[in-house]
Nanobody, 131 residues
Framework: EVSLVESGGGLVQAGGSLTLSCAVS????????????IGWFRQAPGKGTERISEIVITDGVTYYADSVKGRFNISSDRAKTTVYLQMNALKPEDTAHYYC????????????????????RGRGTQVTVSS
């Protein structure tokens, strides 16, 4: 099954930026990166999981939660089968464990991918924003 590996987390001051990467690999025979939607999620201590952004790989359509809209940008590199989350103007409340997840494979990826749920995820990476 598909493997997702996150990287890029760390400690940053409020107002700073970080870019997270989600490397996707081990596609089942006959499946490609284009058959998936990839989402970024986060979970802060004592809080529930928040779906913060999604991207449909085949056409690049993106979705954002209101909490990150205008500050975060999701993108993909189809040659590298990697999804990025550029995080700008970070706030202490962005501190959380971030992970990416895959929705698919689909012959036609739903818009948004969360319509059909996410079933595979990576281990995640920690982002800590100091005030």
């Amino acid at each position: 099954e598909v493997s997702l590996v996150e990287s890029g987390g760390g400690l940053v001051q409020a107002g700073g930026s970080l870019t997270l990467s989600c490397a996707v690999s081990r596609f089942p025979l006959g499946d490609t990166f284009d058959d998936y939607g990839i989402g970024w999620f986060r979970q802060a201590p004592g809080k529930g999981t928040e779906r913060i952004s999604e991207i449909v790989i085949t056409d690049g359509v993106t979705y954002y939660a209101d909490s990150v809209k205008g500050r975060f940008n999701i993108s993909s590199d189809r040659a590298k089968t990697t999804v990025y989350l550029q995080m700008n103007a970070l706030k202490p409340e962005d501190t959380a464990h971030y992970y990416c997840a895959a929705s698919g494979p689909f012959r036609v990826v739903p818009h948004p991918p969360s319509t059909h749920g996410y079933h595979l995820r990576g281990r995640g990476t920690q982002v800590t924003v100091s005030s």
